[in-house]
């Protein structure tokens, strides 16, 4: 799944107030970056590279497989799937708003 279709698909999952109340960013490496700005209503998400209150560096094949229901949050961080800078707690929230 292309980079264009991960964004598009947030957006539709999210609406228009996912709560999340920060910037969170996904780092895909060379795949690139989706952002969502909760901080505003409606929020944004892009793919421009911002700073962001919280980074996760995952491929975007584990976050696929995440977003589907099929690798566990949790799992992906323990085994170093997923690597979480800066806030925590925002990447705790993350997980019933993709749900």
Do not use: R, Y
Not at 57 to 71: D, P, Q, R, V, Y
């Amino acid at each position: 799944m292309s980079l264009e279709a991960v964004t598009a698909g947030l957006k539709e999952k999210i609406g228009e107030d996912c709560g999340l109340g920060s910037v969170l960013k996904f780092d895909f490496g060379a795949d690139g970056i989706l952002v969502l700005d909760a901080t505003q209503v409606p929020n944004v998400v892009s793919n421009d590279d911002v700073d962001a209150q919280c980074t996760m560096t995952i491929s975007l094949e584990n976050f696929m497989a995440m977003a589907e229901g099929k690798l566990d949050g949790t799992a992906a961080f323990m085994t170093g799937k997923l690597k979480i800078q800066g806030d925590m707690g925002i990447a705790m929230k993350l997980g019933p708003i993709l749900s």
